[in-house]
């Protein structure tokens, strides 16, 4: 049976950090609380990020929904403005990649400083025997 989880992140962006505010379960409330902090003097910008989880394949992906940043406008031909509306899909590494990924760097790195060893036990044994044997 595969179990999807969907959750809306509210994220938003003041003094040049993004932090998120809450999380809703529907994504038109989502973006209705997103609206709601962007009018407030004190934030930058807000954003909507739909978090998709799927329980039978452990993967979670994320895709950025809603964007707006106040003063974040763009000229269209003609003169006219148009606030502008990024949005951008993004792929959340599962944990256990992650894991999977940091364990093997640290056993190439293992690898490589045992064989580095190795190698200069070798070379001072051979300088050893030809210098004494």
Do not use: C
């Given at each position: 049976m595969m179990v999807k989880t969907v959750s809306y992140e509210i994220h938003s962006y003041k003094s040049g950090n993004w932090t998120i505010v809450g999380v809703q379960d529907n994504k038109a409330e989502a973006i209705h609380q997103a609206r709601q902090l962007l009018a407030s003097k004190s934030q930058q910008g807000v954003k909507v990020i739909e978090e998709k989880h799927d329980d039978e394949t452990d993967r979670t992906t994320s895709a950025v929904v809603f964007t707006e940043i106040k003063g974040a406008e763009k000229k269209l031909p003609g003169g006219v403005k148009k606030k502008k509306k990024k949005e951008r899909v993004t792929s959340a590494e599962p944990e256990k990649k992650?894991?999977?990924?940091?364990f093997l760097?640290?056993?190439?790195?293992?690898?490589?400083?045992v064989g580095g060893i190795a190698l200069a036990v070798i070379a001072i044994g051979g300088f050893l025997i030809k210098a004494f044997g």
């Amino acid at each position: 049976m595969m179990v999807k989880t969907v959750s809306y992140e509210i994220h938003s962006y003041k003094s040049g950090n993004w932090t998120i505010v809450g999380v809703q379960d529907n994504k038109a409330e989502a973006i209705h609380q997103a609206r709601q902090l962007l009018a407030s003097k004190s934030q930058q910008g807000v954003k909507v990020i739909e978090e998709k989880h799927d329980d039978e394949t452990d993967r979670t992906t994320s895709a950025v929904v809603f964007t707006e940043i106040k003063g974040a406008e763009k000229k269209l031909p003609g003169g006219v403005k148009k606030k502008k509306k990024k949005e951008r899909v993004t792929s959340a590494e599962p944990e256990k990649k992650k894991k999977k990924d940091e364990f093997l760097r640290y056993l190439i790195i293992l690898v490589l400083s045992v064989g580095g060893i190795a190698l200069a036990v070798i070379a001072i044994g051979g300088f050893l025997i030809k210098a004494f044997g």
